[in-house]
Each structure stands twice: as C-alpha cells, then as structure tokens.
C-alpha cells in the first residue's frame, strides 16, 4: 500500500466527501501553525514515486495566483500554498504528482483547511523561487492554502459545480456493476476526484488478472493536465480499494497517456 502510514485511511476518505475547491480565503486568519508543520512533515516523508514531490510555502506572494481559467476566477486571500514539483521526462511524472499532490490536499482537508488545484493559471516564474529545484525540476501546479470563506468568490465556484454534473460510472468505468465490490468502490471514490475544468478524464477498466485498471479517456490527451488529473482519481481509488479490504499499490505500465493497473484478482486482498 502507498498511502502514509500518519494518516488513517477513513481520515482520507472523509475528506474526499467533504472537499470542495476553495479560491476565495479569510485574509487577515492566519493557517494554524501546528497544521502547518503536520502538512510539512508529510511533505518530507511521503514521496512514494521518483520525480514527484510537494512542498509547503508558508508566505505565498499574492502574484503566485494569476489569470483566470474559464469562470472559476481569481485566487484571494491566501497566505499558504502547495507548489507540486515534478522531475521532467520522468516515467509518469504527471500521474504520479496527482497523486501526490491530492494526498496533500486531503490531509489539509482533514485539518480544516480549503485547497484548490491550480496547473494552469499560476505564475511559473513566482512559484520557481519558492523551493530549492533541482536541474531537471519544476513545478507542474500549486494549490492555495487557508480557510476558505463561505460566501463572495466561491459563489461562483458552487454555481459552476451545479452547471457540470459528475459524469455517470457507465462512462469513466463500462461494466463495473459486475466487478468486485472493491473495485466498484473504488471508481465510485475516483468520480468524485477534482480535475481541471472537471472534465474529469479518466477512465478505468477490470479484469480478474489485470486488476483496476486507469488511463485517460479517448480523446482526453487534449485537455489541460489529463495525467495529473488521473493520478488524483487513482488516489482516490486506492483510498476505497484500501477501505473495503483491498490493499494493494498502483503500478505504472509505461505507456502514454498513463496506464496504471491496481492489482487484484475477483474479491481477493492482495498483500500491500
């Protein structure tokens, strides 16, 4: 199993029901620091795949957060950040800090903090002075960091996610109403995952000798982030695989767009 061993597995699972993206933040309510250093601690123990990491910026610049992508608007307020950092033509790179990436997210979920991922509109020339990178290094994404507010900016985030429903499982998982009880979790916890402009382009598959199976949609290369998007399902996936007592790890398969299989035969728990 790749989850960190400091977070229990029904702690991510409840955030994953409760999360919502968040970009407007209480300016003048400073992050917990203890929170803080829970968040920068998993940041330096929990880096299960080469190339993909995260860190915690405690003083983010206002100008990290630019632009705007379609009508979610502008990022205010925040005073933390997530920045995803990622080593350039590694295998899976992307995927791997999608999954990364969201298992920050969750823990800062899970200590009453709101989060928004952000591979687009963010500028890249700010966010490179904020860690120490290494020559083949850079940062795919942020996220802000804060408590979120209850009305003003995130109105217009909520009226968004009305607009655009989560696609049904018949489309990101054909067949899965005879998969295993498992595997059926698991891509009802990857349907909720977030993804840029929730186009949600995921798909996954089952077979008794293949496992889970994920991979980006036909056609789904053409979005922002479709590979990072995937790595948060696939985390997703394993928090429920995890949950209904199949343990297991995802592994890569080398191809493009990302293919990951999650090993399990029909029913079975395979050792983490």
């Not at 968040?39 to 080469?50: G, K």
């Not at 100008?63 to 080593?87: E, K, N």
């Not at 499982?169 to 909720?192: M, N």
């Amino acid at each position: 199993m790749t989850l960190p061993s400091s977070l229990s597995v029904s702690a991510l699972q409840d955030a994953i029901l409760v999360r919502t993206s968040r970009r407007a933040y209480e300016p003048d309510r400073a992050v917990d620091p203890a929170a803080l250093e829970s968040l920068e601690h998993l940041a330096e123990e929990f880096r299960p795949w080469p190339g993909a990491r995260f860190g915690v910026v405690r003083e983010a610049p206002p100008d990290l957060f630019t632009g705007l992508v379609g009508s979610y608007g502008r990022v205010s307020g925040a005073r933390c950040a997530f920045i995803f950092v990622g080593t350039e033509d590694t295998p899976d790179v992307e995927a791997a800090l999608g999954y990364v990436g969201e298992v920050a997210v969750l823990a800062a979920t899970a200590l009453g903090l709101g989060t928004c991922w952000i591979a687009g509109s963010f500028d890249r020339s700010v966010a490179a002075t904020l860690t120490e990178l290494g020559p083949e290094e850079r940062v795919y994404g942020v996220s802000p960091i804060g408590y979120g507010k209850t009305k003003g900016g995130d109105a217009l985030l909520s009226g968004w996610r009305a607009l655009h429903r989560r696609k049904p499982l018949a489309t990101i998982a054909p067949g899965c109403e005879s998969w295993p009880d498992w595997a059926r979790a698991a891509v009802e916890a990857a349907r909720l995952a977030p993804s840029a402009i929730n186009r949600q382009p995921w798909r996954f598959s089952y077979g008794p000798d293949t496992g889970l199976v994920a991979s980006v949609a036909p056609g789904g290369s053409g979005t922002l982030a479709p590979e990072l998007d995937v790595g948060i399902a696939m985390l997703h996936a394993e928090v429920a695989a995890t949950a209904a007592g199949c343990g297991g790890t995802w592994v890569f398969e080398g191809k493009r767009p990302v293919l990951a299989a999650y090993p399990g035969g029909a029913g079975s728990a395979p050792a983490a």
